[in-house]
């Protein structure tokens, strides 16, 4: 990095990050919904530290982007450039529990024993279908055209299922430039489908009366609640930052709705 971030909507720049196609494309299509900055700690804008051994460290880095606006509560980039031990892109999207809106998910994972990449509009509630249907049906057909592409990623856990949709698009692929041109191309593709289809919702969202607009806060507080204390992040961070810094990078940006700053005093 060779300027400070000051704001969560500067460019993100870490040399060499694979993801970074995937988070200017990202931006490029929220322009649309004009987002404002969203409040996020110097601390947490961006961090640099050390993995590896001693004999041979591997400098990593880490940079939040994030940004808001009255239809979203918060839309953030988590970014990783840990060199040959890991490349991440984390992509959430919360919406304002005033709108039935699902969440954006995006989790581009590149470790040394592969890629793990997943996408998915996630329902804020699998049951109810005035919230997932109209989502669905427009989702499953690009979902369909994708899958088929991109080798299963396995069974996911039992307790998490309840959070994706059926159009949950997971698959990992082994290092190598066949995973790589498959990257460019199928999810790159895929990666702005998902998120063409998330702004044409966003778009279009009506506001919801109170009483639905409190099911819906309850039901992204289970989702949040969920997603923090089963982060698949939180070993890798503490490894390169420590645990103190993880647990509050996980509760006070990366799944904050508890801690928001909409919700402060
Ligand atoms: N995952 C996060 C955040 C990350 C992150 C904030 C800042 O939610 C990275 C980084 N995900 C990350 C890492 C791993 C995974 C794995 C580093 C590897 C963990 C490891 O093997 O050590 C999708 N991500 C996974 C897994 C799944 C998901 C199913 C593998 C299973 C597991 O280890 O639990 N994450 C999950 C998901 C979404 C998501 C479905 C939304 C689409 O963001």
New binding site residues.
Partial sequence: MTQRRSSSLDPVCLDGWRWQPFLDQAITQLEPLGLNAYPVADSFLERSGSSGSRAQPIPVRTATWAGCNPRLRQVRA?C?EAGPA?S?L?F?VNPSAQFDLPFF???L?T?PGGH?L???L?PVDRADPLHTRPVWDRLLPIFERYKTLLPDGGP??EE?KPY?SPA?L?TRLPLGEASDRLIGTVVAEAFQQYLALYVDLVQTAVAVPPERSALLLEGQRRYTRY?AE????R???SRFYGSEWTEAYIHAV?FDLEQSPSQRP
């Fill in positions: 988590a990783v890991a991440v984390n959430v998910g995006a989790d994972v470790l793990l997943a996408l998915d996630q996911i856990p998490a994706f949950f997971w997603r089963k982060d698949p992040a070993g890798m961070l990366l």
